[in-house]
């Protein structure tokens, strides 16, 4: 097949007016013939030309009068025959070193130049053989010439080089995007790179001929041959994975742990948990993080995380550079972010990537689907808690795309049947909706419009509401460079809405709500100066408005005192650089440097105690008064990141690294699990920052022959400053919250094993986790002593924890997955002795932490049916019947003590103490492999 | 206040999902290991008030969770002082129990008092002075009949009365208050007792079957009072009240399927007016106490009284000096609902009786005989037989179930 000579020819047109007419024709040039040809069509002589000797041809159809190619000598040039045919027609034939064959009406082409010629006038990835700049249409071509070369660079350019670096970035071929983490692996020389966030890779490899393997979590593996001549640019051109049943549970790509600097760095999508049985048959990302190394919670049904021993407060979670607040439904019983919605998240434990400041333990990044730019298209699903419903499709074909997420309850009319006054006027209630716009603009511009809802509605036998929403949105402009280079700027809101009414004491009804305004710009910059590093810069700023509410009187009744908690604002800002250095081909190390400045901001009064002394109203030395926007008090903090990957052989590497972070923000709750009505609460003129520090040291290997990688990762870390609440303080109603908390510090260490076996019919992961997390608070006077400041293990310090998820497809519509979950039961407080204290009998605690309750264990099955595999249909259903707890195990979430009559009774409280059986079902336009 | 009923949560989703199919308890009695687990530690605790004394503090020391008792520590010399210096040595009247004198030391409204220990062993162990205030009225003490859910999940609702206190207004904004609820119910025995065996037979009934004459009175085991504290805290307080005026605060709740619900019950509600530490104090008791059922719940600790060891500040000690200004709440009175019914089988006796005395072991004794009217099963429309019957000595004498046969003074 030949090619129009269109846009590349405009070039070597207008260089022919500047270039000598007559000219000595190549080594090309001088292509025999071997056979005899007679009265080819054009047409199939260029098809014949183009596979027996690596040529293409350029030139206009329109040029080319009709006419059979014939000849019989065996000795004709190529040359030659196609001059005898077509310089009749007043067309010049010239041909290159590379194998192209330009035929050009009225003008003769120079096809070699002088020397310098080249380096001054030709912009680089317009040199023949390159394919940069390659367009979608041009890659779907090549497709079909994959079992043919691509070539990358000239062999001018690597003269004198035995090595070149090839480099490019990988996109979606359906959305658009840029495919972050795929692996580009060359089996002959075992080398390989992962894409970066902005899909840009290199590589440098010896010269001559490669089979590139592409892949990535989402995307259809590829295979691609490439001729790499010299340094040169290769732009891939990716298309999505049509996920087989036998495909996926977990793919993490295998390759990309060993190769990548990354550490602690775990990542997901939403179609690889397709089969992992949940509670409830809710789909959801969450539960499922909670099945990696290092990631607990409190108990089920509590909200936030605990990544490595941290608390929950120190991980955020941005979709889409929205930075959510309130990430559960339902005070932790589901995750708020739709799973239907998402195509992956990656969750940074470890090594947080220089652009992310603010939350010292981990970074949460949600990525939501971004709609087909090809056809319109919907599915849904439904399960016993939710309905879900997703729409998408192009807004301008294959340039942009939108998509829109809804899910929302639909059950809780049951609770009408019950008897139980206390249930039946109960109600819990969710939704949540996400569009998402993406468009391609021109000239190497995309721009991602974001938006995302989610509410909750929860009546408490119609004593306590609580109501609650996260709003956001974000708008990204992405610019690439032709040099590799690009350029991003993000704008994004949050807005975290939290009202209460509390009915439980009539006299004392209230009615309160609070909020969190969230406005972050970021810009940021990545540069390649050469082949060896990666540098990545720019600045971000947040803007923290949290309005902390007013409690006003619910009823007539009520003589609840209006209150009002007061505003506060903060702006945190910080500078960053970082860069990735290819050291030695073996050893690339990550380092990076972030300067933060928080400043809190007036207008506020602000009590000044007296220094070293416990903060009480005695205590005061000092009011001070700050007018709006005045700043408060000023925390400057440097940061730092430092990681390096040393591939001890193709199939191991070792990996070092050491973050410190700063964070100005905590979450205010004085309750074991954390409360659904938390406030947030800035550092200010009395808190201090917290600091985080952690070093980690990991091994990565990919075992046999690649079917399975197995990671080995340790940590130390260490936390200062970390916000706890006093013993028996109340935060109601507390307007001079440090008078009632404490900064203390946190320890944390322990390590990780993991094995992964991410493809064939069976497919899962095994790991374990060590781990310890303690905190200590302690100090001269009494008062400012928690646990009478001797350390104290976390809330959520499980030491042993164990997961086993695994999957298995006996055919492409059947499939089985199973969890097996352990855990050491999280810490608690008992009473060790009871005493009479006006003759009722109470009892005395021990101290902090110093018990565990029961190990948890659980056991969950699921079982997948796809409907029928008919190509031709309008809808393709499928089926997934659950069990979670399929042992009926009542997991301890909790015991207690309570002094009846004269006797102390002890209890035990599970939440799914039966197994839990749901079942959901999903539907899609088009087939079984429809996206 | 900030707790959640998170319980109620769970089990909302777990219906909203299965309908009433999972009615499973998700609450169950379960007692964990607590290893060496008892400490064993100082507790003080008693109280002045404005009311005439005597006043008690008690000095124990704490007991393990299994098996709660007072373990009495004596022979100590316990001291309230008063700011001027007016000073009373309490005396041991049982042990543990250390109590001034009849016409002794008397709280008064705006003196400072503290308490002074020494413990035989030599620990000296003190409270700070703290003002008795001026006590705030109760105006008004009530009840409402109101269906309440039982505690655990698959507990039926229970119907009962529920309790408010109203207080008076205050003449101060911030006020703290302390409730100790007194109650008092009247109960009868489940029979009229004909006689018992207690070596003798020692004959009740007016009328004697067998002629003899009667020994005591059947209506003294028949007619019951019972006195006590209410073993429950309430705590509350005007901090953040517009008025200082605290309306309905909920007190305690009893079902109708209770004893003290059974004929009539009194209820004596003592208000105490106390400093802001106290109130941290009880509080915290209250909750930790009652609230540590839920889903989401405070971290529990040690909570520390008033009462300090001068010379080691790191000892714990338990307790609390209460300096409190109290009011009595009017005492109402509440008709029971006569739902209550006390359950007590009756052997009827088939045999002779004194081959069943004769039988019997001496902790057996006494042995209780009544009439009973059983109606045949198979025949209800017959006319119910009267038989003699033996019968638990619960369900005849009404001071084995812990009231006295003495009506008090105030009933009505």
């Known amino acids: 097949m030949a090619y129009n000579l269109i846009r590349t020819s405009i070039i070597y047109l207008v260089f022919g007016f500047f270039i000598s007419l007559n000219s000595p024709a190549f080594s090309q040039q001088q292509i025999q013939l071997p056979e005899s040809y007679s009265n080819l069509t054009w047409n199939d002589f260029v098809v014949k030309m183009e596979q027996d000797f690596s040529l293409r041809f350029f030139y206009l159809p329109e040029d080319i009068p009709k006419l059979l190619i014939s000849f019989d000598s065996d000795s004709i040039s190529l040359m030659q025959l196609l001059n005898d045919h077509f310089n009749p027609h007043n067309i010049f034939v010239s041909i290159d070193r590379t194998g192209n064959v330009f035929l050009i009406k009225d003008i003769a082409l120079q096809t070699s130049l002088p020397e310098d010629f080249f380096q001054y006038l030709i912009p680089e990835e317009e040199e023949e053989g390159s394919v940069a700049g390659i367009s979608r249409d041009f890659l779907k071509t090549t497709e079909r010439y994959i079992a043919k070369t691509i070539t990358v660079g000239s062999r001018k350019k690597g003269v004198n080089k035995s090595t070149a670096t090839i480099s490019g970035y990988a996109t979606n071929a359906k959305t658009g995007e840029v495919v972050i983490s795929a692996t580009i692996f060359d089996k002959s020389s075992g080398k390989g790179t992962v894409t970066d966030v902005n899909g840009f890779f290199s590589m440098t490899l010896n010269k001559g001929e490669h089979i590139l393997t592409v892949s990535s979590v989402n995307i259809k593996e590829e295979h691609i041959k490439v001729d790499l001549l010299s340094d040169g640019e290769l732009n891939l051109v990716l298309e999505d994975k049509i996920v087989l049943l036998s495909d996926v549970v977990i793919k993490a790509d295998i390759n990309n742990k060993v190769i990548g600097t990354q550490m602690g760095l775990e990542k997901i999508t939403a179609k690889s948990i397709k089969k992992i049985p949940l509670v409830f048959g809710e789909k959801d990302i969450f539960k499922v993080a909670l099945l990696l190394p290092g990631v607990q919670s409190l108990g089920e049904g509590s909200s936030g995380f605990n990544v490595r021993g941290s608390p929950t407060d120190q991980n955020v979670f941005y979709i889409n550079h929205v930075p959510i607040y309130n990430t559960s439904h339902v005070a932790g019983f589901f995750s708020a972010f739709n799973s239907d919605a998402i195509d992956e998240f990656s969750l940074f434990k470890s090594n947080i990537p220089v652009h992310y400041g603010g939350r010292i333990s981990s970074v949460f990044e949600i990525k939501s689907k971004q709609g087909s730019n090809e056809k319109y298209t919907a599915s849904g699903g439904i399960s016993p808690i939710t309905g879900r419903f997703i729409v998408e499709g192009p807004l301008k074909k294959e340039k942009s795309s939108f998509l829109i997420g809804v899910r929302s309850t639909y059950s809780d009319w049951i609770l009408n049947f019950v008897k139980d006054p206390e249930i039946k006027n109960s109600k819990a209630r969710f939704a949540d909706i996400v569009t998402n716009f993406s468009l391609q603009l021109k000239n190497n511009n995309q721009l991602n419009v974001f938006s995302y809802f989610s509410y909750d509605k929860m009546d408490l036998a119609s004593q306590t509401k609580y109501d609650y929403q996260n709003l956001g949105g974000s708008v990204v402009w992405k610019h690439y460079f032709r040099m590799k280079n690009s350029f991003e700027i993000s704008l994004a809101h949050s807005r975290y809405q939290f009202s209460e009414e509390n009915s439980q004491f009539e006299i004392a009804s209230y009615i309160h709500s609070n909020q969190l305004d969230h406005t972050e710009i970021k810009a940021i910059s990545y540069i390649r100066p050469n082949e060896k590093h990666t540098i990545n810069f720019g600045v971000n700023s947040i803007l923290y408005q949290i309005n902390r509410g007013q409690y006003d009187p619910l009823t007539q009744e009520s003589l609840i005192e209006t209150t009002d908690m007061g505003n506060e604002k903060g702006i945190e800002t910080g500078f960053f650089v970082g860069d990735e250095w290819k050291v030695l081909p073996q050893m690339t190390i990550e380092g990076g440097i972030r300067y933060n400045l928080f400043t809190y901001l007036g207008a506020q009064e602000v009590f000044e105690y007296e220094e070293g002394f416990p903060k009480k109203p005695e205590s005061i030395v000092d009011t001070l008064y700050f007018d709006n926007f005045e700043a408060v008090k000023t925390y400057g903090g440097l940061d730092v990141r430092l990681a390096a990957n040393y591939m001890v052989s193709d199939r191991l590497s070792l990996k070092i690294a050491y973050n410190r972070l700063h964070q100005y923000i905590y979450m205010l709750t004085n309750t074991i699990a954390i409360s659904p009505n938390y406030k947030w609460k800035l550092c200010d003129y009395n808190t201090e920052p917290i600091i985080g520090e952690q070093f980690s040291l990991g091994m990565f290997t990919n075992i046999l022959n690649g079917r399975m990688v197995f990671s080995l990762e340790t940590y130390y870390k260490k936390s200062q400053n970390v916000v706890e609440v006093k013993d028996g303080a109340d935060l109601f109603l507390n307007e001079h919250v440090e008078r009632s908390t404490l900064q203390g510090d946190l320890d944390a260490y322990g390590f990780e094993i993991m094995l992964q076996k991410p493809f064939g019919d069976l497919n899962g992961w095994v790991n374990y986790t060590y781990s310890h997390s303690s905190v200590l608070v302690n100090s001269i006077f009494k008062e400012n002593q928690i646990n009478f400041g001797e350390p104290y293990p976390s809330n959520f310090d499980k030491p042993h924890a164990f997961n086993f998820v695994a999957s298995y497809a006996f055919s492409r519509r059947v499939s089985i997955s199973g969890n097996v979950v352990y855990s050491t039961g999280r810490p608690i407080t008992y009473p060790t002795s009871v005493y009479y204290q006006n003759d009722i009998p109470t009892l005395n605690y021990s101290s902090r932490n110093a018990y565990r309750i029961p190990d948890y264990f659980r056991v969950d099955m699921a079982l997948s049916i796809e409907g029928s595999l008919l190509k031709r249909k309008p809808g393709h259903g499928s089926w997934t019947f659950s069990v979670y707890n399929i042992l009926g195990r009542n997991n301890v979430y909790s015991v207690y003590f309570i002094q009846e009559d004269d006797t102390i009774k002890a209890y035990k409280l599970s939440i799914f103490g039966v197994p839990i059986f749901s079942i959901s079902y999903n539907i899609k336009l088009g087939n079984y492999a429809s996206e | ?412």
């Not at chain 2, 007692?31 to 404005?50: A, E, F, H, M, Y």
Request: hydrophobic share 35%.
């Open chain 2, 1 to 412: 206040m900030l707790v959640s009923k998170g319980k109620s949560v769970i089990r909302a989703l777990i219906l909203m999902v299965s309908g009433i199919l999972l009615l499973s308890s998700c609450v169950k009695e379960y007692w964990p290991d607590l290893k060496s687990g008892s400490d064993n530690l100082l507790v003080i605790d008693g109280k002045i008030t404005n009311e005439p004394g005597p006043y008690t503090v008690k000095l124990s020391m704490s007991s393990p969770i299994q098996n709660p008792e007072f373990n009495p520590v004596s022979n100590a010399i316990v001291t309230i002082i008063d700011e001027n210096m007016v000073q009373e040595v309490l005396t041991e009247t049982s042990s543990g129990i250390y109590q001034t004198a009849e016409n002794g030391i008397k709280g008064e409204i705006g003196h400072k008092y503290k308490l002074s220990v020494i413990t035989k062993a030599g620990g000296i162990y003190e409270s700070d002075f703290e003002e008795l205030l001026d006590p705030v009225g109760v105006a008004s003490v009530s009840y409402k009949q109101e269906i309440q859910s039982g505690g655990n999940a698959n507990d039926e609702d229970l119907t009962g009365f529920q309790f408010y206190l109203t207080t008076e207004m205050s003449p101060k904004e911030k006020n703290y208050y302390y409730w100790e609820m007194h109650e008092t119910y009247e109960y009868h025995s489940a029979y009229n007792i004909l006689f018992y065996y207690d070596g003798v037979f020692v004959h009740a009934s007016p009328v004697h079957p067998l002629g003899l004459p009667r020994t005591i009175n059947h209506d003294t085991l028949y007619y019951c009072w019972h006195s006590g504290n209410l073993k429950e805290r309430f705590t509350y307080t005007t901090e953040y009240l517009t008025v200082p005026i605290i309306e309905n605060l909920s007190l305690h709740f009893i079902p109708f399927s209770d004893e003290r619900l059974q004929q009539k019950y009194s209820l004596l509600a003592k208000q105490f007016t106390i400093s802001p530490e106290a109130y941290l104090f009880y509080k915290a008791l209250e909750e930790q106490n009652s609230d540590q059922d839920e889903l989401i719940t405070t971290q529990p600790y040690q909570i520390r009284g008033n009462i300090r060891n001068i010379n080691d500040s790191q000892e714990a000690v338990l307790g609390f000096f209460l300096v409190a200004g109290v009011a009595d709440g009017p005492r109402i009175f509440v008709k029971a609902p006569l739902y209550y019914k006390l359950k007590c089988g009756a052997d009827t006796l088939t045999y002779n009786i004194l081959r069943y005395i004769t039988t019997a072991s001496s902790s057996d004794l006494p042995l209780y005989f009544t009439y009973v009217y059983f109606s045949n099963p198979d025949d209800p429309m017959a006319e119910a037989i009267e038989a003699l019957a033996l019968v638990h000595q619960e369900c005849l004498d009404c001071t084995k179930r812990g009231g006295v046969p003495i009506k008090p003074d105030f009933w009505e």
